[in-house]
């Protein structure tokens, strides 16, 4: 078992920026590639980036590629998702996620949300 814990989020103006974190618990950190998702009310969830167990890849969806920065810290065993530009559709549920294969955004293990709102 892989325990998930977010904590960052909270309101802020668009154009503003928040640092979400996500500190994993439990099996080896670096067993596990990185998710982050969000849900906005009344949509289904949605990827937003990925990054594999050492930090050195990592993709985003297009609605926030050039916003924002996936990264993480395999010393602290935590991933963080750098936020800027926002926008008030960025307003959402983020999810962290862990899985064993970089890439198939089909996670093994969901933290349990924090929200980010974004005001215009």
């Known amino acids: 078992q892989v325990q998930l814990v977010e904590s960052g989020g909270g309101l802020v103006q668009a154009g503003g920026s928040l640092r979400l974190s996500c500190a994993a618990s439990?099996?080896?950190?670096?067993?596990?590639?990185m998710d982050w998702f969000r849900q906005a009310p009344g949509k289904e969830r949605e990827f937003v980036a990925a990054?594999?167990?050492?930090?050195?890849?990592?993709y985003y969806a297009d609605s926030v590629k050039g916003r924002f920065t996936i990264s993480r810290d395999n010393a602290k065993n935590t991933v963080y998702l750098q936020m800027n530009s926002l926008k008030v559709e960025d307003t959402a549920v983020y999810y962290c996620?862990?899985?064993?294969?970089?890439?198939?955004?089909?996670?093994?293990?969901w933290g349990q949300g924090t929200q980010v709102t974004v005001s215009s």
């Open positions: 990054i594999n167990w050492s930090g050195a890849r990592t």
């Open positions: 439990g099996r080896t950190f670096t067993n596990y590639a």
């Open positions: 996620a862990a899985e064993t294969v970089y890439g198939r955004r089909s996670p093994d293990y």
